[in-house]
């Protein structure tokens, strides 16, 4: 079969996604047609995607969230505002989108939660079904409880999810672990999207504590802690623009841009990690069983560390307390449950990506 992807380009997580799941299906015999990618000003497509994705990109301006001017937290309603000032530059983005999939025919569009290709689908209704893939889609299911004191950006962001979702003609919720119930109208929980490259990796256990942090603001945290703990080596990943691919902050601080390559070894020899609350990295966390810092910047990583801690990931702080995370290492569970789960990811996906023959449904009709 063909497929048709098209990926959000925020964070690494649908990158890596992406990455995977190609891998996947050409292993089986199938082909991946076109690579559309979702990508704002604020942000460059990262080299380790361009370079190991070996099929056309086609890049189209999408909707992102906004980092505070500190470069932290993103309000959800401050985002939506910014970008509907953008209409008109997305306007031309559906039309991207659309052209693609005519001039490319596939069989099946996959969308890694981009709303673009939703609204597209929301508009035009293109033939090729449309099926969706993201963690995401895990919080409009009934297993998914919210603990948070944020309900309306919680409410929002499910609607945003429906919105990355119209007319699909079924939803795959990437989940953590494998819940009783598989199956909710038109979703399908499903396991996580790593790549082989995490799963053979050897795993050892440094001196080291391992970070990545989406929006840049949170260095002078990690520096201020790091100033007051002159002995303990930190690696931290980030994508700021216009730096070094390696800077030393402090004398055991080196922040790395964002190497594939180069972030799976550290996360393979540290003995911890701390990151900004993206599920990819939190899952190559879990798959080589080591406890985890979140500190979500958004209501979507809120929720994924909501999950995560439900799951036994570790621990959650509003800033980089890298204390938090060495006091959690002696309580963290050590077990083989995540694993199982995940190595049975090629089963469910190429079973999920090549049965199409129930009828369709409208996501508004079915959640």
Known sequence: MKYLFVVQGEGRGHFTQALSLKSMLEKNGHEVVAVLVGCSAKRTLPGFFTKRIKSEIIQFQSPNFLPTPKGK????LISILYNLLLLPVYLGSLLTIRRAIKSTQPDVVINFYELMCGVTYGIFNPKPPMINVAHQYYFLTPD?????DNSKQFRLLNFYSRLTALNAYKILALSFRKDENLYYHNIAIVPPLLRQEVISKEITNGDYIHGYMLNSGYAKELTAWSRKNPKQPLHFFWDKKNVQKTEN??????MHQLSDKLFLEKMAGCKAYATTGGFESVC????MQKPVLMVP?????????IDAINSGAGVAANEFNLDLLLGFMSQYKRTQEFRFWTQKAESFFLFELTRLEYEESNIFATL
């Open 73 to 76: 937290h993103s309000p959800l």
């Open 144 to 148: 998914f409880r919210y603990t948070g």
């Open 249 to 254: 902050l402090t004398p055991m601080l080196t």
């Open 284 to 287: 190559e966390a879990m798959y």
């Open 297 to 305: 910047t958004h209501i979507e990583q809120e929720c994924n560390v």
